[in-house]
């Protein structure tokens, strides 16, 4: 059967469609994407703005109006941080069921990290053993950890790219006092949630599964010998530090120019960069891999699970 998934996050509104059958691996045929940066329609309140939300409903609309061209039989609609957060969220996720015409599920953030590492274990299979896995969205940063298809430990903390632009680094190009405040800021938030991972085994895979991190793995890292592509990527922690200060001085509009960096990531790449190279030197990462599945592909399979056990 044919399906969907529409995931309405902090930065983008993403269609994926899939044929996909019970047992069989789904097979991509559409993404279609629709770079929103709701955090740049945030109030001062914590409500998205009447543009944003006007935005946000017009992405909704064009993402059914193609699934409904691609013949998808079932459209699975999923919310993250960005709406789920929002002070005036009700009110949001009503005007996207309107649009939608059916339910929207509204994801927690530690079921972000365990449909994210759902994808990322059948990715990388059982042989993998103990994964630790980074997923950066817009707004939040979800950590996952465990030996099975579902995390032993998950959790998710307010330290998305859009976010933390916003927040710390406001200004383009932002500079080093910025950037170092983001990392005393971030190294505080993820205290806790550090000491609780590293009393988890230690990891056999370190993964990243982001496209802020996929695009950092095309900047920074390189690809596994004897592989080739973006889907056998090692991300080295000191490469990327060594990225930063960089990125820090040059304007957005000069960062595009650079390998991975494309037109949508310019502004909210400094804040990713920092964000992971705390959370790995914090959890005591040297280098990760980069998976090509993360929360669309997972909300996907745990659906498809379903109809086999159905």
Known sequence: ?????????????????????????????????????????????????????????????????????????????????????????????????AALGQELQVLGGESEARFTFLAVRRWFGWSAGQILLFDIGGGSLELASGADELPDAA??????????????????????????????????????????????????HVVGSSKAIRSLAKLSGFPVPGWSGIERMLLPRDALGSWIPRLARIPASARQELPGITADRTFQIVAAAVVLHTAMTMLDVDELEVSPWALREGVLLRYIESLSWG
């Open 155 to 204: 959790a998710s903390v307010p330290l998305g790219a859009g976010r933390t632009t916003v927040q710390f680094l406001p200004k383009d190009p932002p500079g080093e006092k910025a950037v170092e405040a983001l990392r005393e800021h971030a190294t505080a938030v993820l205290a806790p949630v550090a000491a609780r991972f590293l009393a988890e085994p230690r990891p056999d």
């Open 1 to 97: 059967m044919r399906l969907g998934v529409l995931d309405i996050g902090s930065n983008t509104v993403h269609l994926l469609v899939a044929d996909a059958r019970p047992g069989g691996r789904p097979l991509a045929t559409t993404s279609k994407r629709t770079v929103l940066r709701l955090m740049r329609y945030l109030q001062p309140d914590g409500s998205i703005s009447e543009e944003g939300v006007r935005a946000l409903v017009a992405a909704v609309v064009e993402a059914r109006e193609v699934a409904a061209a691609e013949r998808v039989e079932e459209l699975l609609a999923t919310a993250t941080s960005a709406v789920r957060e929002a002070a005036n969220g009700p009110e949001v996720i009503a005007l996207i069921e």
